[in-house]
Structures are given as C-alpha cells and as structure tokens.
C-alpha cells in the first residue's frame, strides 16, 4: 500500500506542476459542457490523461471512473477503482488561478480505501486512507474538534442555498457564517483541517469519493441529504460535517 | 509620501508577523459585538492599538477611524486621517485562521490617498495610491480586463443573497459563480487582481476604505447600491466592480 501511496503523490504532483506552468502560456482552451458554467478545459483533459496513463501503467487491470473523457460511469466497482477528478473547480482554476484541487480516491471491491486532495496553488495535500491516517503534506493530523453547527462555518452550494432546498438557509442561520468557495476539494480540506462545521453541495462521485475517503478515516460524517450511503453514481446532495454539527442538519433538513 | 508608504508598509509587516506567532500560543480571547456571529479577539484590539501607536508616533496631528475601541466614528474628515482595520475577516481568523486582511487608507481632507491591503496567510499584500499605481508585494499591477457580469465570478453578502435585497440573486445568476468568503479584503484583492468581476456587501467604512482607494486607482467602480458616493461614516450596501459589470449592476439592481 506504501508504494501505491507514493506513486500517486508524485504522480498529482507532476500532474500541479504542469498546470502551475499553463499560467506562463497562453494556450488555456475553455469549452463549456451541460451549460455556460460548466467549464472544462484542455487541461482537465490533459490531467486526467496523463493521470490515466499512469495508472494504466502501475495497474493495467484497474479501472477508472472520472469526470472528463467519457469515463464518467462504471458499470461496475468491482476491483481496484480510480476515481479522478483532474481540476475540481474549474471555474476557479480559469478565472481565479488558484482555489482548485487535482483528486484521487482508490476503492477496492466498493471499499474506498486511500483518498488525495490537493491544493495546487496553495500546495496543502490531504492524503491518507483506511488504516493508515491522514496526513497534511508530511504531517499526520488529528480528527478536528466535535464542534456543532452553531461553532463553525458551513460550506454551501449557491443554488440550493438562492431555492433554500432542505432548508439550507436555516443551517447557513446556525452555524457561525457561510461559504462558498466553488471547490468541493476546498471544502473537504476545510472540514478535515477543522476551518469548517460542514459542506452541503451537490456532488458528482469524483468530487467527493477523495476527499470522503480521508473525512472517514477521521471519524466525520458523510452521506446523502436524507442520510443514505452516498451511491458512487448519480450526481447526489452531499453532506459531509462533524458527528455533531452531521446531527444538527440532519433535524433541520426535516 | 514614499516615505510614508514605506513606514505604513512595515508596520502592517509587523503586525502580520504578531498575528502568524500568535497561532502557535493558546491565548486568543473571543468576545462578540452586536451579535454571536459579530467576533473580536485581543489580537484586533492589540493590532489597532499597535497600528494606532505608530500612527501617532509618525504624525501626531492626524485623525483615526478603526473599528475597535470606540474609535468608529469620526466628527470631520479634515487633515489627515487613517483608516483602520486591524483584522477584517475576524470570523475567518477565528475560525480558519487564514482568509483574513490587516487594511490601512490614509485620507487627506476627505480624499483617499494611500490603501494597504494585506492578507496576511497567502503573503499577498496590495498596496499604492492615487497617481503612484497599485503594487501586488514588490510588482505594479495593471488594471484587469474589463469583463461584464457575466463573464467573471461576483462575491456577495449571504445576507443579502437569501433575502434577495436588491436583486442580487439575478446577479448571482447573470455571473458565472458565486462566492462567499467573509472578508471584505479578500474580495477587493481579487478584484483587482481580475479575479472577480464584482463585490456586493454590507460594509463599514474601514471595510472598503483601504481597498477603495486602490479600486479608483486602477479605474475600477466603487458606491453604494444606489450609485451614490459612499459616505465614509454609516454602514452602507458597497458596490465595487469592473466598470462594464458596474453597469450590468446598476442596471439588474432596479
């Protein structure tokens, strides 16, 4: 497991040094994908290649289930997965230059076993997995304090928090202020470093298989909005919090 | 007046450097204001009264405006007079301990002269003043592209996204994202450095001073909603923008 660790960390470092030097250049090709927000660019497209690759590479039997490049469905979770998500928050990566994440999560048999989350610009990498810990950069860290809702900020989605759907509104009205930073890597950083209460988004699996397997190394909560195992599919409502700001939302969500 | 940017600079340093060490001890001291959500700490009223000091060692005739300490409110705004923020974004220093800015103006009767804007965890510091540029640490910044609204990210005040106060849902829907992130600084440093299109908030006067004077040195738009002067002394719904999502503003907000 130790070799497969640090394979993937060189591998997504490598990956943060190309995108770090497309800054030099001017060659940034932006498409947009299900509507005018929803960007993708030529480097999510070289990421998750040349992440593929590597992969292909260590594990030709693995597969791969990642948001670029027609590979967004497995039939199924048999074996060893890669999940990838080459640019989390692309719109941050093209309009902000920073406040993106490259992710990886590794599952075996269903099971997500290693999970990294790394913030290129910022260069804090949350790595780590079942058994093993969590680590930020070199340092392991310890679960985050069990504060309520009412003691941290919460993370929310823009659109589920303009429709107050599940009643978010009442949950940004709890908790000490509201978020939104446009990067799910962002928010699950914040919730495994303790700079959060929670995160309510709606996510695609490669958003938060990662960061999901490193918050349940640590002993927080995840789940779908109405506390169901999240289904590594469909794109779900996405909780992730402390244990006890994880039971405040699930009151207020009714 | 290089002079006196040059001491303004190094005492803002300073004081940055007295909050980074302040993480490693256990002393911080939280009391709330006008409300639970409303923060401040011994390390903003020692920062004010560290920046206050100096201040009056440089020049004792001027005049302080801050927002601690019962120094909120000012009779006239003749002669020379600074501007204070020690840290804007106290939630965030709280609680995430980044995402927070140590903000200084200096006026000269009524006019904005000189701004500093430090955020002190990303070591981004702007800084300048009207007719000597704006300065990103040691660099001049040009102004950024004139993007609309719909072409670059807006940073609103969740308050007045969930009550839908002067349409600013439609503007969040015109945008291509929305951001929330507490800190007034934080958001006027993005819009200067063009990664943000617009900032609609509530604000105090040591909230836009700083990063006001900055805004109409490198031609961007700053009022209030209603397209008037802001007024220095009451909080007031802020505006600031890039000229063409300026008029994008004015026009969605009725």
Redesign the interface.
Known sequence: MEVMVNEIKSWIYDAGEVIKKSFQTDDLVIDTKSG??DLVTNLDKATQKFLTQRIMAFDPDAKILGEEDGKDRLEAFSGRVFIIDPIDGT?NFV????NFCIMVAVYEDGIGKLGFVYNVMKNEFLWGGRGIGVYCNDEKIEPPKDISLSE??IGLN?VM??KDSWHV?KM?EMA???????CAGYELI?LLMG?RAAYVSRLAPWDYAPGGVLIEELGLRMSNIEGHKLNLVDRELFVAATPKAYENIMEIKG
Chains 1, 2 share one sequence.
């Open positions: 005018r927000t719109m309009l902000e230059q920073e941290g900020l823009h928090y303009q509104q940004g000490l202020g509201v978020r939104m930073t446009g914040g700079r």
